[in-house]
Each structure stands twice: as C-alpha cells, then as structure tokens.
C-alpha cells in the first residue's frame, strides 16, 4: 500500500485540494479541486421540526472523537445509496495517522452501544474539512452533523467544507459557491496556519508544528463548566444544549 506523505496532504487541504479514489479497492489515489465547492454556513444550518425533536429527545448518544476508527470504517463500506466509496486504504491510513496526531476528527451516533451514525473530517487553522458521513437509523447523520455544527461554531472555526453539494447537504442549508469565493473563505480560515508549512519540514514533523486554531473540544469545556449566558447544562452535553448553541451564538 502507498502512503500519503502528511506535508503534501495538510499542504494540498490548504490549498483547497484533497485526495480521493476511483474505489476503495483502487490503490490509487487521485487529486480534487472542485470548480465549484460546497460548503455549509455555520449560521444557516436547516433543522426541520422533526429534526429539533429528534435532538431535543436524545434519541442518539453522541460523542465525539470516541471511536474515529469505526466511523471512518462505516464510511468507506458500500451501502444500499452507496455501492462505492472514494475511501481507500491509502486514505484511510492518512486519517487515521491525522486523528492520532490531532487534526482529524469524528462525531459518532449511538443507540445503546451500538454505532448507528457519524462523521468524520480534518481540521486545519478555522476550517473543518468534512469528508463523509454514514447513517444506519433514520436521522443519525443529521444529528451528527448538528452537533458538530455546534461543536465549530463554539470552538471558533468559520468554515465548513462539504467538498461536493448532494440533496441530502442542501437540505441542510449548504450552498454551492465558486471555487474563488472559496479559497478567499479558505484563506481567512487559515490566517496564521500558512507559515508552519514553508520550509523543510516534511511528514509527521511537518504535521506537529501545524497550529489547529478551532478547539474542537470546546463544547465539553462548555459542558463541564458553562460560561455562555443563557445557556443551561446540566450533566451530559444534551440535545437541548446543541439547539440553544445552534440558535443563540454565532
């Protein structure tokens, strides 16, 4: 199996470019840079009614960053609207070795013990670069999505990349913007990222020295101490508590 060298990888997703495969069986890996880039305004995300129930009810445990191995596993499986994914080895080893280091994420959905849902994506300065999402309950990649909405928009990042518009992400109020608009999105999210990755630095000591300028953890801070008005927490982060952030902070 081929590696991905790290410097080239965070370097090309700063750049607004990112890896993908013909199939997940294809060892080999090819370059994106969409002229047309979907992203979803953190501010503008849609929750439907049953949606804000379906939240309001903790119907789902969401965790974050608790198991990024099996949800990167469930988005590389094939599924009934999915006969093939993009996510091949080579890729998949890349994020897994980011996650270890920091800059990867994931938010997982489950009933009981049971992962049900999630996502996963890389984070680099402000930006969050979503790279895929699975459900098996109804709703469950939604609910993920609204907490890590949640999640960036507390812990101060300002773009959400979701690389390709589909019905399902415009539903959810993405938009299609041009790949110009983009990049100046992308530049303003990065502002301060740009100067670890000049100079000789490759691989993973490359990737150490990259700052990460969002704190993805910051809803747990909130969550064990809140420090926002009109905000109130009460154990556990609770559905109620991601439609209070969702709706009273920007």
Known sequence: ??????????????????????SRD??????????????????ELHLSRSLRKTIRSDKFRVTADRDFPAVLQACAEPAPDRPE?????????????????????????????????GLYGISLGRAFFGESMFSRKTDASKVALAWLVARLKLGGFELLDCQFMTDHLRSLGAVEISQKHYLSLLDDALAGAGAAMVGGVSGAAAASVLPVAG?????????????????TVSGPVSGQLILQLLTQTS
């Open 26 to 43: 294809d060892p080999e890996i090819f370059w994106v840079e969409p002229k047309k880039r979907s992203i979803l305004p953190l501010d």
């Open 215 to 231: 704190d993805f953890s910051a809803l747990d801070v909130l969550a064990a101490a809140p420090s926002l008005p009109n905000l």
């Open 85 to 117: 994914t993009w996510i091949n080895p080579t890729i998949a080893e890349a994020c897994l070795t980011l996650f270890r280091m920091g800059y990867a994420h994931s938010v997982e959905c489950w009933m009981d013990d049971t992962l049900v849902g």
């Open 1 to 22: 199996m081929m590696a991905i060298d790290l410097n080239i990888l965070l370097r090309a997703y700063a750049m607004g470019i990112f890896p993908m495969a013909d």
